[in-house]
Nanobody, 126 residues
Framework: QVQLVESGGGLVQAGGSLRLSCTTS????????MGWFRQAPGKDREFVAG????????VYADSVKGRFTISSDSTKNTAYLQMDSLKPEDTAVYYC???????????????????WGQGTQVIVSS
């Protein structure tokens, strides 16, 4: 089994920044794609960003393009989500995800991700 542990959530004012981290542990996977989803109260989970093994391919949701930056360090089995210019509508629980079947492409579908973290809360006040 693979465990994902997220950190870095919190409360921030609009226009501020936060950096989320996600580290995988447990069963070793050869290569995989990592990403982030989020879920706001009363809404479905939505794709935020994803990054392929080695960071060659990166995909962002339109709602975060130009404000969020995803990166990874394969030597540390860790992915990061730098969130700048945060807006109140970014308020959500953010989930780190792993797609063990893909390492050279990024899916924006919930169903394609095999492992999920427990989630970290991000609250952006206006």
């Amino acid at each position: 089994q693979v465990q994902l542990v997220e950190s870095g959530g919190g409360l921030v004012q609009a226009g501020g920044s936060l950096r989320l981290s996600c580290t995988t542990s447990g069963r070793r996977l050869p290569r995989y794609t990592m990403g982030w989803f989020r879920q706001a109260p009363g809404k479905d989970r939505e794709f935020v960003a994803g990054i392929t093994w080695g960071g060659i391919g990166i995909v962002y949701a339109d709602s975060v393009k130009g404000r969020f930056t995803i990166s990874s360090d394969s030597t540390k089995n860790t992915a990061y989500l730098q969130m700048d210019s945060l807006k109140p509508e970014d308020t959500a629980v953010y989930y780190c995800v792993v797609d063990r079947h893909a390492y050279d492409w990024v899916s924006d579908s919930v169903e394609d991700y095999d492992y999920w973290g427990q989630g970290t809360q991000v609250i952006v006040s206006s």
